[in-house]
């Protein structure tokens, strides 16, 4: 069974930093690309980044919003994806969802949510 | 920085059929564009229903199909269940950045 489950969410002041991770089960993450995406309270899906598979070299790739802030990185022992966020922003408060969307793969963790707030 | 637009509310009454669509601010939307539809409900993540324009995932129900529809990508509904009414995300591919859509409330009524 392909499980995703996220963990490290919470809350930080603006300008912290915070490290989600995403422990991948039921198949070997370094085989596909993982993206990560967020959903604002009562809001839409936003694209955060994704990570290319071990055959791509792994190349990452950010939303605008983003880049320059946050690090998609893996670790392929755990079988982990993570998201390293710094210089957060009230923004950026959202659920944030492990995800493995390209085709014709379709998986997803439960969210951890991400409150950044003074 | 390209925008994808849907139309923020749709109603389908139960049986019926509806249309969604997704555009693009550069253009048409193409195959190439890999379009994707994805449905959510309340305090669900979200499920992939459609990709790549018109593949479907095994645990899609047939009454959901995919297409490209006068320049923009397409999700249809034919045979509408009350358990249809969600949220439904498109998402495009352009080169390295994969925008989603602001997503479309479907109301069955």
């Known amino acids: 069974e392909v499980q995703l489950v996220e963990s490290g969410g919470g809350l930080v002041q603006p300008g912290g930093s915070l490290r989600l991770s995403c422990a991948v089960s039921g198949f070997t993450s370094s085989d596909r690309y993982m993206d990560w995406v967020r959903q604002a309270p009562g809001k839409g899906l936003e694209w955060v980044g994704r990570?290319?598979?071990?055959?791509?070299?792994?190349?990452?790739e950010y939303a605008a919003s983003v880049r320059g802030r946050f690090t998609i990185s893996r670790d392929d022992s755990k079988n982990s994806l993570y998201l390293q966020m710094s210089s957060l922003k009230t923004d950026d408060t959202a659920v944030y969802y492990c995800?493995?969307?390209?085709?014709?793969?379709?998986?997803w963790g439960q969210g951890t949510l991400v409150t950044v707030s003074s | 920085q390209p925008v994808v637009t849907q139309e923020p509310s749709l109603t389908v009454s139960p049986g019926g059929t509806v249309t969604l669509t997704c555009g693009s601010s550069t253009g048409a939307v193409t195959s190439g564009h890999y379009p994707y539809w994805f449905q959510q409900k309340p305090g669900q993540a979200p499920r992939g229903l459609i990709y790549?324009?018109?593949n479907k995932h095994s645990w899609t129900p047939a009454r959901f199909s995919g297409s490209l529809l006068g320049g923009k990508a397409a999700l249809t509904l034919s045979g509408a269940q009350p358990e249809d009414e969600a949220d439904y995300y498109c998402f495009l591919n352009y080169d390295s950045i994969r925008p989603f859509g602001g997503g479309t409330k479907l109301t069955v009524l």
């Open positions: 990570t290319r598979n071990k055959a791509a070299g792994y190349i990452t």
């Open positions: 790549d324009t018109y």
């Open positions: 995800s493995s969307l390209r085709a014709p793969y379709d998986a």
